[in-house]
């Protein structure tokens, strides 16, 4: 399975994405957690992300089609992958599929994850992450006065900087505007899997294991 899970901010991408590794034993490929890697490492690349990242605008298209076209070849990803967070715009949706047509690869589906204005900023204003492995936690602001270590790995808990209210409100404006019109680049090639991501998570697991068993159930009858 190649797949494509899409979505605005605080949609619900990596919760989801983490239950797919699990069922499809491949690996996610996240953007948004790639670029912090590199900034946790103080590299050139997280220096040159990092003003693009705390503002929530995108980075440039270039730079992340450079990023993806290496990760896609790394053995890992050779019997299928989950994107997360790529592509965000037509641009980086047109390079993508050049380069899985020179592999010999395409995409099998994309998951869209349908969430409100308003859930997506109430989430994300609750949303803590740990600093070192992104396990993500819920708290609300009371609780959020005495946060718990990471029961993965022990790591601080801290909430991202571009989870802030105004920065939210911009990254969902951005995505209305430059990673929107992607819902009519899939749906013109049938890939894409509508989904209400308002559900409870366990309810959404549900709904993208039953389409994907359909699809492959579709894909063996042809
Ligand atoms: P990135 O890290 O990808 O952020 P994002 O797309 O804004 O997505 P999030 O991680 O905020 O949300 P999510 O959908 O994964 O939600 P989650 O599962 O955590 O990107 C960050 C930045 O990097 C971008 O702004 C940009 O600058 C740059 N970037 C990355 N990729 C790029 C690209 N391709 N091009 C250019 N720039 C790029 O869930 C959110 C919360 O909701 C959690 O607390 C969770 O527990 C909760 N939750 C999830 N599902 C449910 C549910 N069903 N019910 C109730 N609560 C739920």
Redesign the pocket.
Known sequence: MNLIIF?A????????SAHLIEIYRIPAI????M?RAQRRAGTALGDQ?KG??DR????PDQL?IDIIKERLQKPDARDGFIL??????VA?ARALDEMLTQLGRRIDAVIYLRVSRQVLID??S??YSCRTCEA?Y?FTSDQAHSLPRCTVDGGELYQRP?DKPEIVAN?IDVFLKHTAPLIDYYNAQHKLENLD?????DD?RGDIARRLAGLRKGAGSR
């Open positions: 979505g901010p605080g949609a619900g991408k990596g919760t989801q996240a953007t948004g957690d670029l992300v693009y990242m929530g605008e995108l980075v992340m997360d967070g790529f592509p965000r715009t980086q989430r994300l609750h949303r993500v819920n571009d990254r991501g308002q559900m409870l998570v959404v």
